[in-house]
């Protein structure tokens, strides 16, 4: 992906709903590139609604991230987009059952800057809201 190229890569494969933490996920990027941190995101799953697409891509419009997150979809290609990504998150408000796309993170095995965050198992990963995790990416992002 060459627009990639240079920047630090936030990938957040979630499908599209208000429980998966997709705000959260702005709210980051946002905070990054007003710190001068050259971020960009990949938001990496699908929905069936419209309504839920037709939002998130007015929520990106109106924090001007037009040129800062791709929404890509669905993609069957999943480990690859994850493998050229910086930081993967798992930004769930509510637990999840079976947190798969945090274990294939983990198993793309650690690069000199990778972390995986999670929100879905709270005792094991904690609970960091957005606030949390930019103050964790600015000590050591």
């Known amino acids: 992906m060459p627009m990639l190229a240079g920047r630090f890569v936030l990938t957040l494969p979630a499908r599209i709903s208000p429980r998966k933490g997709q705000d ?3 709210a980051l990027i946002a905070a990054l590139r007003e710190r001068g941190i050259p971020a960009h995101g990949l938001l990496a ?3 069936d609604r419209p309504e839920r697409l037709s939002a998130l891509e007015a929520e990106i419009g109106a924090r001007g991230l037009n040129e800062h997150v ?3 979809g669905h993609r069957a ?3 690859e987009v994850m493998a050229v990504s910086n930081l993967v998150l798992c930004l769930s408000k509510v637990p999840e059952a079976f947190g ?3 274990l294939e993170a983990l198993s793309l095995g650690p690069r000199d800057h990778d972390r995986v965050l999670a929100r879905a ?4 990963f904690g609970n960091p809201d957005a606030t949390q995790l930019r103050g964790l990416l ?3 992002g």
Do not use: H, Y
Request: a positive charge; hydrophobic letters at 25%.
């Open 24 to 26: 959260d996920f702005l």
């Open 45 to 47: 799953g699908g929905t």
């Open 70 to 72: 791709s929404a890509l």
């Open 77 to 79: 290609d999943l480990r």
């Open 100 to 102: 798969r796309t945090t």
């Open 121 to 124: 198992d709270g005792r094991r």
């Open 138 to 140: 600015g000590r050591n």
